[in-house]
């Protein structure tokens, strides 16, 4: 599943997005890509989440809402109950996917997150939070190279996520013949 899921990351820029996604997030995309916006990058990037979020169905955000706050108080098996349920009713729902993946990756399924964060990248190819994901779990597999390139793909999608600048400036630095 890893370099299945490498080849969307790698693919991510030219890739077409899910139509049922909202359309501000193209727009909201660029200006985050761009280094300039580092000022309002926190406020566009809040945006970007809220709308990632959001589903037409009412009803579905809210399920997200409640199983994200049980993940959040590590109530993990309503989690996953919700975001099966969920899924199962909306399966085009990109950060229902996402979420499922992190909780997976909080329990350390880690193929079972690899799978629901290849089903979000399908949806949305640029979800910078699913490749992030995603190079954590090839940092974790000692897959530093590909861990690297998911870092620089996230990075072109935000440039303003310093975790993932300094994660990729450390495997930068442990490359050979580069100066530690």
């Known amino acids: ?58 009803r579905a955000a809210a399920e997200l809402e409640r199983a994200t706050r049980a993940i959040v108080a590590e109530d993990f098996a309503t989690a996953e109950c919700i975001l099966h349920r969920l899924l199962a009713r909306h399966p085009d729902y990109a950060e229902a996917w996402h979420k499922r993946a992190t909780l997976y990756y909080l329990q350390s399924r880690d193929e079972e997150s690899l799978r629901d964060l290849h089903r979000t990248l399908l949806i949305e190819p640029r979800h910078y939070g699913a490749i992030l994901s995603f190079a954590e779990i090839c940092l974790a597999r000692e897959a530093r190279d590909a861990a690297l390139f998911a870092f620089d793909v996230a990075l072109r999608l935000n440039p303003h996520h310093e975790r993932a600048r300094a994660a990729a400036r450390e495997l930068l630095a442990e490359r050979p013949g580069r100066p530690h």
């Open 1 to 58: 599943m890893v370099s299945e899921t490498l080849k969307l990351v790698a693919t991510a820029p030219r890739r077409p997005w899910s139509p049922r996604l909202h359309r501000r997030l193209d727009a909201l995309l660029r200006c985050l890509a761009d280094v300039a916006t580092a000022p309002v990058a926190g406020r566009t990037e809040d945006e970007i989440w809220r709308l990632w979020m959001h589903h037409p169905d009412r």
